[in-house]
């Protein structure tokens, strides 16, 4: 079994690491990751410059490009052989709700489902942390539990891991994504030269986090496992808005 692995928090990121280490074991990885942190990239593809690989050990590339670049470069052309599962991660940080919007980690699993292949998507719960130790153990047991029972289904499975140590994490819940509120506020600062730049704030609280949630299921100590669509039609609005429409004069 051929694995490939990448991330969007770059190829030096102690996640990543974390994550190979823990796969190796399992199956022949291939890492392809940024070469730089490029957290919040989402599904951006490299289209106005050449994009730079560079073999840093065997089966190891920092790519001068976007988790999605990674992804895409690695299946559709660098790779002599076409892997069985894509995973990204581990991500230092939640990607809960509509963080999947914005995560290149996500990003780098999506694309991976967009060309065909089976993908997983790893985050801890918080940016504090340092221990990726019980993340790597639960990434491997899910992967070796696919690889003894497939779940054949067209998703890509966002998984949360509450930032605990493995005894504290009560198991394993199939969530949907909740949502946040409105993000916090811009956060000003000022150059030497008197410009004013401006840092994106933090993302907003938990607003949909009820039983059944990701949100939900880390707050309380259980690990997250979201299958996620691509496919972001409001489907039962759209007999709602083929109506509106023809009450609207074209002319
Ligand atoms: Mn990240």
């Known amino acids: 079994m051929n694995i490939l692995i990448s991330n969007d928090d770059g190829i030096h990121a102690p996640g990543l690491h974390a994550l190979a280490k823990a796969i190796a074991p399992l199956a022949n990885i291939t890492v392809m990751a940024p070469d730089r942190d490029y957290s919040g990239v989402s599904n951006a593809l490299t289209l106005d410059k050449p994009i730079a690989v560079t073999e840093l050990k065997p089966n190891w590339y920092s790519i001068s490009g976007t988790p999605t670049d990674c992804v895409h470069l690695a299946i559709t052309g660098f790779l002599d052989f076409e892997p069985d599962l894509v995973l990204s991660g581990i991500n230092k940080g939640a990607n809960l709700g509509d963080d999947v919007l914005y995560s290149g980690t996500v990003a780098a699993a999506v694309e991976g489902r967009n060309l065909g292949l089976p993908a997983i998507a790893f985050s801890v719960t918080e940016h504090a942390c340092k ?113 509106w429409l023809k009450g609207i004069a074209n002319d």
């Open 131 to 243: 221990n990726f130790d019980t993340a790597a153990i639960i990434a491997k047991n899910l992967v070796e539990s696919l690889m003894a029972k497939p779940f054949k289904h067209n998703t890509v499975l966002n998984v949360n891991i509450p930032n605990k140590p493995l005894q504290d994490i009560k198991g394993q819940k199939a969530t949907r994504l909740g949502y946040r509120h409105r993000a916090e506020p811009i956060i000003p600062t000022h150059c030497p030269r008197g410009r004013v730049f401006y840092w994106v704030g933090p993302a907003g609280k938990g607003a949909d986090v009820g039983e059944g949630t990701d949100f939900h299921a880390t707050e309380n100590g259980y690990v997250s496992i979201t299958p996620l669509q691509i496919d972001l039609t409001a489907h039962t609005i759209t007999p709602t808005l083929a109506n």
